[in-house]
């Protein structure tokens, strides 16, 4: 069966305190690992998408990479804006996409 | 270029009653899809839709249904509503490509009395 597990559950920062969100799956034929933001009330916004083995990509203080078996989305240097659930999903055979539960991070100035 | 519209934005309804939400994706996707999203389950696929036709469907009961128009825009209803139907329902436009990212809306808030 198809499953994202995200680690840390909530993770508490002080500004400018870097550190790393893990999200481990395990799935048949990966088509896509993407991650989220989201902010209370609000839907998921977009972040990154990768698709293989050795991928980064980088947005401002973030950075996501991707391995055979888990993805990171390291936060450098952290603001208190940054503070938000980020949410990773795989798309495997299907359209649908299989979320983790969330990383939720607080960060404090 | 506009971003997925979901309406309403609130809802409160009563067990037993039916409920219709709506979303209007990006210009130029043609395909939508819908979750739900519970402090318990997390977010949890119900269905896509592509070219008005159901292209996949989630683990959830037959009181959950959906379609989509010729414009793309898709309705979801869900029928005979339980307490436990108290959700966050996200809709989602994309690219029909798989692998492609996924643009949600703000969502609406269904609360069940």
């Known amino acids: 069966e198809d499953q994202v597990t995200q680690s840390p559950e909530a993770l508490r920062l002080q500004e400018g305190e870097s550190s790393s969100l893990n999200c481990s799956y395990t799935v048949s034929g990966l088509r896509g690992l993407f991650w989220y933001r989201q902010d209370p009330g609000k839907g998921p916004e977009f972040l990154f998408t990768?698709?293989?083995a050795g991928e980064e990509k980088e947005k401002e203080r973030l950075k996501a990479t991707l391995t055979k078996k888990e993805s990171f989305l390291h936060i450098t240097a952290p603001k208190p804006e940054d503070s938000a659930t980020y949410l990773c999903?795989?798309?495997?055979?299907?359209?649908?996409?299989?979320f983790g539960k969330g990383t939720t991070l607080s960060v404090s100035s | 270029k506009a971003g997925v519209t979901q309406t309403p934005r609130y809802l409160i309804k009563t067990r037993g009653q039916q409920v219709t939400l709506s979303c209007s994706p990006i210009?130029?996707?043609?395909?939508v899809s819908w979750y739900q999203q519970t402090p318990g389950q997390g977010l949890q696929f119900l269905f896509e839709y592509f070219s008005e036709t159901q292209r996949n469907k989630g683990n959830f009961p037959g009181r959950f249904s959906g379609r989509q128009f010729s414009n793309s825009r898709s309705e979801m209803n869900v029928s005979t509503l339980e307490l436990g139907d108290s959700a966050l329902y996200l809709c989602a436009s994309s690219s029909p490509v798989r692998g492609t990212e996924a643009f949600f809306g703000q969502g609406t808030r269904l609360t069940v009395v």
């Open positions: 999903a795989v798309q495997a055979g299907g359209t649908a996409l299989i």
């Open positions: 990768l698709y293989s």
């Open positions: 210009s130029g996707h043609r395909s």
